[in-house]
């Protein structure tokens, strides 16, 4: 099994949809959480990060945390042809240095 | 800006050259520091990881006589591609760890550098 699960995509939503972006993860010694979008050709950049259940909102951006069912989404509102972009999910374990990344999933938002 | 250097961005070279790519903390110090390798369209992957003074652990797959990894002060890191090949033609991605990082992030990453070997 693997530590993170994502669905490649490619993901297409029209401009001005949600798009919804999903994660799994298997080591329930995780704890903390994060989205990164990447841009062909470019490093990541961090978007949201989250620690606690529930949601976190951020402008567009909303992260959503279920520990118990180890899952974590990032929910991008009114989507913009700019979001098109990969999106890695990524998680920290206790007293771990080494963020472990997802493969990531492809976004393209239609204009 | 920036928090963390990454040079060159682009290297074009022959086979067989050996190539050094810096990476530098700017405002903080880094006590780890991962280099990643992206081929086109392919996710990111962790090469090593290197702490200040220490020898670097590289991940299963990763050729530590190939990839020298530097880490000897507490701001900058070097990666070595020896007797680089075409297949080592890829994306290189630096990123940095240490105390007291700003905006919740885990680490910082570089800009990346685009190694093409002819």
């Known amino acids: 099994q693997k530590e993170v699960e994502q669905n490649s995509g490619p993901l297409s939503v029209p401009e001005g949809a949600i798009a919804s972006l999903n994660c799994t993860y298997s080591?329930?010694?995780?704890?903390?959480f994060f989205w990164y979008r990447q841009y062909s050709g470019k490093s990541p950049e961090l978007i949201m990060s989250?620690?606690?259940?529930g949601d976190k909102e951020d402008g567009r951006f909303t992260a959503q945390l279920n520990k118990a069912s180890q899952y974590v989404s990032l929910l991008i509102r009114d989507s913009q042809p700019s979001d098109s972009a990969t999106y890695l999910c990524?998680?920290?374990?206790?007293?771990?240095?080494?963020?472990?990344f997802g493969t990531g999933t492809k976004l393209q938002v239609i204009p | 800006g920036a928090v963390v250097s990454q040079h060159p961005s682009w290297v074009i070279c022959k086979s067989g050259t050996s190539v050094k790519i810096e990476c530098r903390s700017l405002?903080?110090?880094?006590?780890?520091m991962f280099w990643y390798r992206q081929f086109p369209k392919q996710s990111l992957m962790l090469m090593a990881t290197?702490?200040?003074?220490?020898?670097?652990?590289?991940e299963q797959g990763v050729e530590k006589d190939k990839f020298l990894i530097n880490h000897a002060s507490l701001t900058l890191s070097t990666l070595t591609v020896t007797s680089a090949h075409p297949e080592d033609s890829s994306f290189y991605i630096c990123?940095?760890?240490?105390?007291?990082?700003?905006?919740?992030?885990?680490?910082?990453f570089g800009d990346g550098t685009r190694l093409s070997i002819l």
């Open positions: 990123s940095a760890s240490g105390q007291r990082l700003r905006g919740g992030h885990p680490q910082h």
């Open positions: 080591d329930r010694g995780s704890q903390s």
């Open positions: 989250i620690y606690s259940n």
């Open positions: 990524a998680f920290l374990k206790r007293g771990y240095q080494k963020v472990t």
């Open positions: 405002d903080f110090q880094a006590t780890t």
């Open positions: 290197s702490n200040e003074g220490s020898k670097a652990t590289y």
